[in-house]
């Protein structure tokens, strides 16, 4: 089983347990859910509105937008990415179990929740996805329920490119439940999980944020510049990051 299947049939049992006890009455009207959706979009334009193909498998919605976010139109979105595992082979290879490890916790979570208050629930996802000109961009994806004007109930996702000066620090899955306003109640990130900062990676990173040198945290640490250069980048492994900006948002 490769890694994206295995992904997305940690989604699909998510998001089947939900639907198991949001099912509608009769099939939603076509053009209440369409028109649901659009609003939506409107109300959110730097946002791609996509439904769930699990739960609706008689229409897969893309909103037209979507170019902007994925490189893709919406045409092709839903010609290529309508089945789940196709969606998810595009994440970032780093990413993939990581983000295993969040729809796994999400799928346990919401088996505690009261179905009656499923709808208040937005979880978020932070992930890298390949867009069409190759390049990985970090994807804000929101999944929760919408209740339509005739009552009807859409799984969807309010995906995003997060702005270029928030640099991604890892997958998360953030869980915010609706109160009386969005609280958060659960915030999860696999890399940073029991990945504690040895005494020295500590000193290492302290003096990293203060725009050291390598030779000059090597005097400063008294060692050689080549053990600096090692241990930043066992700590680029260990943290699952590609330059020093990425580890100082983790480790930092």
């Known amino acids: 089983m490769t890694t994206e299947t295995s992904i997305a049939n940690q989604s699909i049992r998510a998001l089947t347990y939900i639907n198991n006890f949001m099912q509608p009455e ?17 109300l959110s334009p730097t946002h791609a509105v996509i439904t769930c193909p699990i739960n609706h498998r008689n229409f897969f919605y893309v909103s037209e937008n979507c170019e902007s976010i994925f490189g893709y139109d919406a045409r092709y979105m839903a010609e290529h990415f309508k089945e789940v595992k196709d969606y998810f082979s595009q994440i970032h290879a780093a ?17 505690d929740e ?50 270029a000066e928030i640099f991604f620090s890892g997958v998360k899955l953030e869980i915010y439940k609706d109160e009386n306003g969005l609280k958060k109640i659960l915030e999860y990130k696999p890399s940073v999980t029991g990945k504690k900062l040895s005494n020295r990676e500590k000193d290492l990173v302290h003096l990293i944020k203060q ?22 980048s ?8 590609n330059n020093t900006i990425e580890l100082l948002n983790i480790a930092g």
């Open 234 to 241: 066992k700590m680029f492994e260990k943290f699952n990051v």
């Open 95 to 111: 990413d993939m179990s990581d983000l295993k490890e969040c729809m796994e916790l999400f799928a346990s979570f919401i088996q």
């Open 26 to 42: 009769g099939n939603a009207a076509q053009d209440d859910v369409l028109k649901a959706l659009y609003n939506m979009h409107k």
């Open 211 to 232: 725009g050291l040198t390598t030779k000059e945290i090597a005097v400063h640490l008294s060692i050689s510049h080549n053990t600096v250069r090692n241990i930043k």
């Open 114 to 163: 009261s179905p009656a208050d499923f709808h208040k629930l937005r979880a978020v996802f932070h992930y890298r996805f390949m867009n069409a000109e190759g390049r990985y961009v970090y994807l804000q994806d929101e999944k929760a329920t919408l209740h339509t004007e005739k009552n009807k109930i859409i799984h969807y996702s309010l995906i995003r490119t997060m702005p």
